[in-house]
């Protein structure tokens, strides 16, 4: 049977508990009717009219692989428990004033019940912003909830955070150990439909990312998994109209931050006309132009990561490397890729020279001092926001702020010309 605290704030179904569990649990009907439509309490969905079992019961088939809810049965929670007051931070670093000036805010948001959108470039130190607000919730006995699309993104969060807190971190998403009941937990938004008014305060990152950003259903768990006085907070570096509006309607602060915690501006890219790329890859070549920018760039130490579009084009570009340079450590990663995490963490060892990616990689992990290619940056899969996250890569670290940034494309897209002037507002902002 589970300890009480890793059932805590937690939906189950009946078959999930013993008897002795489901006479302390908290029933609610699983679905919900209003008006004429009956309506999923875990996932949000309204139900159609053809999801019937054959004994007439509605069902929900959105969120069935967590388990079946009909029109006759339950969902069951235990209400969350305070955790021990604790002084749960200890990262010692130092953040720049406008990155204070942000983290106060957040604080005092905390303190206020105040939802908010912290809109700060790709790599303004957003995670060490949070710090504060993360660790005065645990210090005062609540729990927090990082979530992000991206299970990459949570990799990266999960690391940083169990060096920079005392406290017990979970780590949430498809193939991980089950929760465990920790004050802190890194999730993957789909994991939020498995809690109900559990956290005090969920931080959603890189909101903009897809699935996120076009599904209600992740936006409904993250509502529910909060609880009825809890905070959350959205953290983007490309924010979204639906976000805007909120905004607007006052329902969010916006906090927003336009210079990286180095001082230096956002790099710009330069966009390279490459017509034919397709065609010359796929006959085993590469265009000479790029040729040329690729033996200049590997003549330097600095590592090179290529995006680009589709997995397919990913794995004959890789191979047409290997003949080109062989002296070169070339890797291809993507999201079929189960090797995924050892391959990134090779590129950031520095024992891969050239990492060839799809847009996986677009944002949520730092490179120090790598060079950005993109390849095909005309193709409709590079968004503006994509683009800007990719952008983003580059330029990261102190060591190096700058950073060669190349679009090879084959004619200037809308999302191509909004990502080059989103990038210019950003440095305008912040002074450059």
């Not at 729990?143 to 807190?165: G, H, K, M, N, T």
């Not at 559990?198 to 699935?211: H, R, S």
């Not at 290997?322 to 050892?342: C, G, M």
């Not at 677009?362 to 899969?381: M, N, Q, S, W, Y």
Request: some cysteine; aromatic content about 10%; glycine content about 6%.
């Amino acid at each position: 049977m589970k300890k009480s605290q890793e059932k805590a704030g937690c939906w189950f179904t009946q078959e999930d508990l013993l008897p002795e569990d489901l006479q302390m649990a908290v029933p609610l009907d699983a679905l919900i009717k209003q008006q004429d439509t009956w309506y999923c309490r875990r996932c949000g969905v309204s139900i159609r009219q053809n999801w019937k079992l054959p004994t007439g019961y509605y069902y929900c088939r959105s969120c069935i692989l967590l388990g079946c809810l009909t029109q006759e049965n339950h969902l069951y929670y235990f209400p969350p428990k305070s955790f021990p007051h604790s002084d749960c931070l200890k990262w010692g670093g130092q953040l720049t004033p406008y990155q204070q000036d942000i983290s106060d805010k957040l604080v005092k948001a905390v303190e206020d019940r105040q939802d908010s959108l912290v809109h700060a470039v790709t790599g303004a130190g957003k995670t060490e912003m949070i710090y504060q607000a993360v660790a005065t919730t645990i210090n005062q006995g609540g729990q927090v909830c990082l979530a992000s699309p991206r299970i990459d993104v949570c990799l990266e969060l999960y690391d940083r955070l169990v060096r920079d807190f005392s406290c017990d971190v979970d780590l949430l998403h498809g193939q991980s150990q089950p929760y465990s009941g920790a004050p802190l937990v890194v999730a993957t938004t789909h994991q939020m439909l498995k809690f109900y008014k559990c956290f005090d305060l969920i931080l959603v990152d890189e909101v903009d990312a897809f699935p996120y950003v076009d599904d209600p259903v992740l936006y409904h768990a993250v509502s529910t998994a909060k609880k009825d006085n809890g905070v959350t907070i959205f953290m983007t570096a490309t924010s979204t109209k639906a976000l805007d509006k909120r905004v607007r309607r006052k329902e969010l602060q916006k906090l927003t931050l336009s210079r990286r915690f180095h001082g230096n501006p956002l790099i710009i890219p330069k966009t390279l006309w490459l017509s034919s790329l397709e065609k010359q890859v796929h006959k085993g070549r590469l265009p000479k132009k790029l040729e040329r920018q690729l033996i200049k760039q590997l003549s330097t130490d600095y590592p090179l990561l290529i995006f680009v579009p589709e997995i397919d084009f990913g794995k004959t570009l890789t191979n047409i490397f290997h003949r080109y340079f062989p002296q070169v450590t070339t890797k291809f990663v993507a999201s079929t890729s189960l090797d995924r995490v050892e391959l990134v963490q090779q590129f950031r060892e520095g024992t891969t020279r050239v990492l060839i990616t799809t847009t996986i990689l677009e944002r949520g992990v730092t490179f120090p001092k790598v060079d950005v290619f993109v390849l095909l940056a005309h193709h409709r899969l590079f968004t503006s926001s994509s683009l800007i996250q990719i952008s983003g890569r580059v330029g990261r670290s102190m060591e190096r702020p700058t950073g060669d940034l190349f679009f090879f494309h084959e004619g200037l897209t809308k999302a191509i010309k909004e990502t080059r002037r989103e990038i210019k507002k950003m440095n305008q902002l912040g002074g450059f």
